[in-house]
């Protein structure tokens, strides 16, 4: 029988029943119909009976929740992955365990390669220093090694991999003992990272691919660039993306655009957007964000990567392309820097076409408040990770060393950017901080900053729809009829509504709210455990029925 006189086969029909189904379509459902890659229905138990004859497979949920898969909207996956499987300094609690967790990987690494690693944070060491070249020299039996900071604006390096960089000493953010910053870290990672080989690069994007499904993360926003990763590794990932079962990928690439060329260049990558990290400044911990005043640890206020004329250029040509713009901006300076370049951006071709592409802003962490009515409107996207709070911030976090308490405490206003009506994309920039999506939920919830604090529902949105409206898709991020089948099965406990007032969260508890409901994350109560993940219908996590 040829293709074109077989049989047409209607799609699969998925049935999941007896559990509860976070759906805005009807706040009390316990089922839900899935036909191929689309959810075709959402109900009660009793209607559910009528669809199961003929159900191809039927789930039970037995009580599970079933929610909308996560997206994490601003990641780094070959990194995360190389965290995940190599040297991870993140479990270091001091100085000397840094260093004999560099010893024990040198020591097991195949000889004469480069070292690579992630995730120190001398700000967390009761030293409160960073191990001298010679220390590292030691502890890396004389190789190459490259150590980026938690917030991988810095790094660390050994000798042998300075010697590998010829002129790097002249570079603007060298340092003869300390971390790497600026032109000098960009050079150092460059060279590190160009040892990675095709199939390491696959096996560690793999890994990243697959603890996101692990927890029910459906998407990811990989955000690459010139000065981050590489074209060839954005391709890569959006190769395996498409070749195997797992999270989509929408891939960004940090490179400036200057007109049709440059644009045509980003689509031809794969990527769907010119920005992610496109850096304006740097970060608070590595004292690169540009800031109006001066750190109060110390006597500058960090980096400019990109003036306001570039900025607007930049928004112009992009928009002229039909093609969205992005930038990573974290302090006041490098923001406004942003706002002022978007202005002049739709000065030059129109507010309304530029709102209409929804240009993003990763990170804002340092925003005032007329930046943040500028955002709404401009209608500039805030894509932010309150885990960054969880790490660092509070009276006696990094940010009110690097900033003093009254400027820390205006950092990552959630709030603030949701009463104006800026939209949210919540994400991790693993691995600057791990995937966790209820962690990342739990943060913004309890932000240190109580004045800072949302809703859990609207953190929900924020990490569910936000990250599919940041790419331009108002259909996804939510179970209702027509939706894109991309849901995750949850074990956890009861199901509040929970927000910064209490009054809100013993109501919700009552039938009559009509408001479905999520889990409890306050803090120490225990997150949910994904059982199963789904994809355009395709299960790409399970462990439902252990």
Same mark, same amino acid.
């Given at each position: ?36 890659? *689309? ?109 980026? #900071?938690?917030?991988? !604006? ?10 590998? %960089? ?43 691919? *697959? ?13 690459? &660039? ?45 990527? %769907? ?67 002022? &370049? ?15 592409? #929804? !240009? ?36 006696? &976090? ?40 209820? &962690? ?7 932000? #240190?900053?109580?004045?800072? #604090? ?42 509040? %509504? ?41 299960? %790409? ?6």
């Amino acid at each position: 029988m040829t293709e074109s006189t077989a049989p047409h086969r209607p799609p699969r029909t998925v049935l999941l029943r007896r559990g509860e189904v976070h759906s805005p379509a009807d706040p009390f459902a316990t089922a839900m119909a899935v036909q191929g890659d *689309r959810i075709a229905w959402i109900g009660s138990e009793s209607a559910a009976d009528s669809l199961a004859a003929t159900a191809d497979e039927i789930v039970d949920l037995d009580g599970a929740l079933v929610t909308p898969a996560f997206t994490d909207a601003h990641t780094h996956a070959t990194a995360t992955g190389l965290a995940l499987t190599g040297l991870d300094l993140a479990p270091a609690a001091d100085l000397p365990a840094a260093l004999a967790l560099i010893r024990a990987h040198a020591a097991a690494a195949p000889p004469g390669g480069m070292l690579l690693g992630h995730g120190w944070d001398a700000t967390r060491w009761p030293e409160r220093r960073t191990p001298t070249r010679a220390e590292l020299d030691e502890a890396a039996g004389g190789r190459p090694l490259y150590l980026s #900071r938690v917030d991988v !604006h810095s790094a660390l390096v050994t000798t042998a991999l300075l010697d590998r %960089v010829p002129g790097i000493t002249t570079l603007r953010g060298y340092a003869p003992e300390g971390p790497l910053t600026t032109d000098a870290h960009h050079a150092a990672r460059r060279a590190a990272h160009a040892t990675v080989t095709a199939e390491q690069r696959t096996a560690a994007q793999r890994a990243a691919l *697959r603890r996101a499904a692990a927890l029910g993360i459906g998407s990811l926003h990989e955000c690459g &660039g010139p000065d981050i990763s590489s074209e060839d590794d954005l391709t890569g990932l959006l190769a395996l993306a498409d070749a195997e079962p797992g999270p989509r990928v929408f891939g960004y690439w940090g490179a400036l655009v200057t007109g049709v060329k440059e644009a045509e260049a980003v689509r031809e990558l794969g990527a %769907v957007g010119a920005g992610g990290d496109l850096f304006v400044d740097g970060s608070l911990g590595s004292h690169t964000a540009h800031l109006h005043a001066p750190y109060a640890d110390a006597d500058h206020t960090g980096a400019e990567h990109l003036t306001v004329d570039e900025v607007a250029a930049h928004v112009a040509a992009c928009t002229e392309a039909g093609l969205q713009a992005g930038f990573h901006a974290i302090g006041d300076a490098a923001i406004d820097g942003v706002v002022a &370049g978007v202005r002049a951006a739709a000065e030059r071709v129109g507010l309304d076409r530029v709102r209409a592409l #929804r !240009h993003r802003v990763e990170h804002a962490e340092l925003i005032t408040e007329q930046a943040v009515e500028d955002f709404a409107e401009l209608a500039l996207t805030a894509s932010v990770q309150p885990a960054f709070d969880a790490a660092w911030g509070g009276p006696d &976090g990094m940010y009110a060393r690097r900033l003093g308490a009254e400027r820390a405490a205006a950092l990552n206003p959630f709030a603030a950017l949701l009463r104006a009506g800026v939209p949210l994309a919540f994400g991790s920039d693993a691995p600057v901080t791990p995937l966790d999506p209820w &962690g990342t939920l739990r943060a913004a919830a309890f932000h #240190r900053t109580e004045r800072h #604090r949302i809703s859990v529902r609207a953190g929900f949105a924020a990490h569910t729809r936000g990250g599919w409206r940041a790419v331009g898709r108002d259909d996804a991020g939510v179970l209702a009829p027509g939706a894109p089948a991309d849901y995750a099965i949850w074990r956890t406990g009861e199901l509040i %509504v929970q927000a910064p007032d209490s009054r809100i969260v013993r109501w919700s508890t009552d039938p009559r709210s009509g408001t479905p409901g999520l889990p409890d994350l306050t803090p120490g109560s225990p997150l949910p455990e994904c059982l199963r993940t789904v994809v355009a219908g395709r299960t %790409v996590y399970d462990r439902l029925n252990e």
